[in-house]
């Protein structure tokens, strides 16, 4: 069955380090996106890339970076910079050009230690 | 800059009712609006996609309608039922990019 997989689906970092979320998916989509959900807020756009070998900032970019290497997949690292990366974090992926739904992964909870 | 409201965030009813979730939204160039379920601890499940040139789309017991000049959406559910209970979200595509509502919590009591 064609999906997205996320992973780890919790994950705990410590102060000054980079953490690497994964996210693979076998849809056949050019485009991928990074969420990222706080409680009560709705999600909010951390990167997106529409092609391989290139992504854009979303919204909250800042202490996050992302590579688009192959078509499959888009992981997110958290940087020691992001001074609150605590959250739920969501990967999807569409259609480029998008106007269609897309499809979600079960998302990684990540924590402070 | 377009934002997405959903009232109330939350909502408990009982098994049966047939029940109506709102999103407006501020902006009105929108190319669609879809409306997406989340259960606790997973990701989003779309739902239903209505197109800015189409006024509503119906899956099920579920029926999603859109009026771009007043910047509302609704979400219709039918006889609900226990397993309806979840976090419905909606959002706008506005230039390629979904702006969020930060959600409703639907719990319906046997």
């Known amino acids: 069955d064609g999906g997205i997989t996320q992973s780890p689906k919790y994950l705990f970092r410590k102060e000054g380090q980079n953490v690497t979320l994964s996210c693979e998916q076998n849809l056949n989509h050019d485009a991928m996106y990074w969420y990222r959900q706080d409680p009560g807020q709705g999600l909010r756009l951390i990167y997106y890339?529409?092609?391989?070998?290139?992504?854009q900032k979303g919204d909250i970019a800042e202490g996050y970076s992302v590579s688009r290497e192959k078509k499959e997949s888009f992981p997110l690292t958290v940087t020691s910079a992001q001074k609150n990366p605590t959250a739920f974090y969501l990967c999807?992926?569409?259609?480029?050009?998008?106007?269609?739904?897309?499809?979600f992964g079960d998302g990684t909870r990540l924590s402070i230690l | 800059k377009q934002e997405v409201t959903q009232i109330p965030a939350a909502l408990s009813v009982p098994e049966g009712e047939n029940l109506v979730l709102n999103c407006s939204f501020t902006d009105s160039a929108i190319y669609n609006l879809q409306w997406f379920r989340q259960d606790p601890g997973k990701g989003l499940t779309s739902l239903l996609l209505?197109?800015?040139s189409q006024r509503e789309q119906t899956s099920g017991r579920l029926n999603a309608s859109l009026d771009k000049s007043s910047g509302r959406s609704t979400l219709y559910i039918a006889a609900s039922q226990p397993g309806d209970s979840a976090t419905y979200l909606c959002?706008?595509?506005?230039?390629?990019?979904?702006?969020w509502g930060a959600g409703t919590k639907l719990i319906i009591k046997p």
């Open positions: 890339s529409q092609i391989v070998n290139d992504f």
């Open positions: 999807a992926s569409g259609p480029r050009g998008g106007g269609q739904p897309q499809h």
């Open positions: 209505i197109q800015s």
């Open positions: 959002a706008t595509d506005s230039n390629y990019q979904l702006i």
